[in-house]
Every structure is written in structure tokens, then in C-alpha cells.
């Protein structure tokens, strides 16, 4: 399976990437730089050159699945936020439907279903994380939305906590967030469904059975 990595050269991106071959699959990192390619090429991985703030579509030719993995970042302005987490996501699952990828995977973040119980430095972020998923939610895509706490760059331990809702702050590694990605690629039972995640004592296979 072709998977579209968006936001491959970042910090869940590039764990990602690695994680999608693991399961077997071929990842195509979606870059903006030309000087990110040699990153890739060293790990035998397909670039396509696309930039979220202009016309990505040459992306999604011959892809099979995508996961949304960009983001501006909870610290940058409200404008750009809106511009990378709310309106080029919402294009992508756009692009996506018109090329006829139906799995798509998107990287939200705890309480953007709920951005109002969120720190008011972040609010923006959330909100536009929020309505991202939302639109997701109304698409005839076949999605899943992974919502982790604080990200941490601790080495992952492929131990999670996963659930609807999650009344408590937590962190959990980014590549522990990557391995969750792309598990629920090809799992029917975790298709059309949204959840927080945070590190736990399951390992990922068993958190994730039926």
C-alpha cells in the first residue's frame, strides 16, 4: 500500500515514515524543501515535492492511503494555524476524495474535540485541529483520528492508553504516536473512529484488539 506521509520531515513525520515500512508498507514523504530529500534517500523512501500553502495535488497520484501528520505547531500564530492544521488538512481530505484514496489517518491532539477545557495559549491550535476533524468526520473517507497528549521525544516503548475520552493530562513519544498511526492502517474495526492516546501499559496490539 502507497501511504502518503503530509509533514514527513517533521517530528511525528519522520517517526512515522519509519513506521509505515515497518508495517510493510511503501511511504511517500511528502516534502516542501528539496534540501529534505537526501534525508529520505538514505532510508530508500519515495519523496514528492509539495508545498501544504500552495497546490499539493501532484501528491496524491498512484496513493493509496494518507496520513496527515503537519502542523504549524501550538506556538505559532493564530493564521497560520488556520492556513496549515484547518485549511490545508480540510484540502487534503479534499484531494484525497477526488483521487480516490478513501483511508485516511489524521494526527489530532487531545481536546480538539473539546477546545475550550485547553490552555488559552493553545485554544487556537485546538480550534483548528477541532474543525478539521470535524469536517473529516462529515467526508465519506474512511478515517481515523489519533488525539495525543503532550508529545515528548523520549524513545517510544510501544505502551499506550487509548480511549474515546481522556480525563487527564498525560504525555506520550512521538514514536509511540507513530507506531499508532500507522498500525490502525489496516485495522476494519478501527476505521470511522476517534480517540486520545496517551502513554500507558498496553502494548499497542493489545490495546487495539477487538
Known amino acids: 500500500m502507497n501511504v502518503l506521509v503530509i509533514g514527513a520531515h517533521g517530528q511525528v513525520g519522520k517517526h512515522v515514515v ?4 515497518e508495517y510493510g508498507h511503501n511511504p ?37 492511503a494518507v496520513i496527515f501528520a503537519a502542523g504549524s505547531g501550538p506556538h505559532t500564530g493564530a493564521d497560520k494555524t488556520i492556513i496549515i492544521d484547518q ?30 477545557i485547553g490552555p488559552s495559549a493553545l485554544k487556537h491550535y485546538l480550534y483548528a485541529k477541532g474543525r478539521a476533524d470535524e469536517y473529516l468526520r462529515h467526508t465519506d473517507l474512511v478515517y481515523t483520528i489519533v488525539r495525543p497528549g503532550g508529545l515528548t521525544n523520549d524513545a517510544g516503548n510501544g505502551k499506550v492508553y487509548a480511549n474515546e475520552t481522556i480525563n487527564q493530562r498525560g504525555t506520550i513519544p512521538r514514536e509511540d504516536v507513530a507506531s ?13 473512529i476517534s480517540f486520545d492516546l496517551l502513554s500507558g501499559d498496553h502494548k499497542i496490539e493489545e490495546m487495539f484488539a477487538k
Not at 18 to 21: A, F, G, I
Not at 184 to 190: D, I, R, S
Open 18 to 21: 519509519d513506521k509505515v515500512k
Open 180 to 192: 499508532v498511526l500507522a498500525h490502525v492502517l489496516t485495522v476494519p474495526h478501527l476505521e470511522r
Open 87 to 116: 485549511e490545508a488538512a480540510i484540502k487534503s481530505m479534499e484531494l484525497a476524495r477526488e483521487f480516490g484514496v478513501k483511508r485516511y489517518v489524521m494526527l489530532s491532539s487531545i481536546a480538539a474535540n473539546r477546545p475550550e
Open 28 to 64: 511517500v514523504a511528502m516534502i516542501r524543501d528539496t534540501d529534505q530529500i537526501p534525508y529520505f534517500e538514505e532510508r530508500n523512501v519515495q519523496t514528492v515535492l509539495a508545498d501544504l500553502q500552495g497546490d499539493f495535488r501532484q501528491a496524491f497520484y498512484n496513493i493509496d
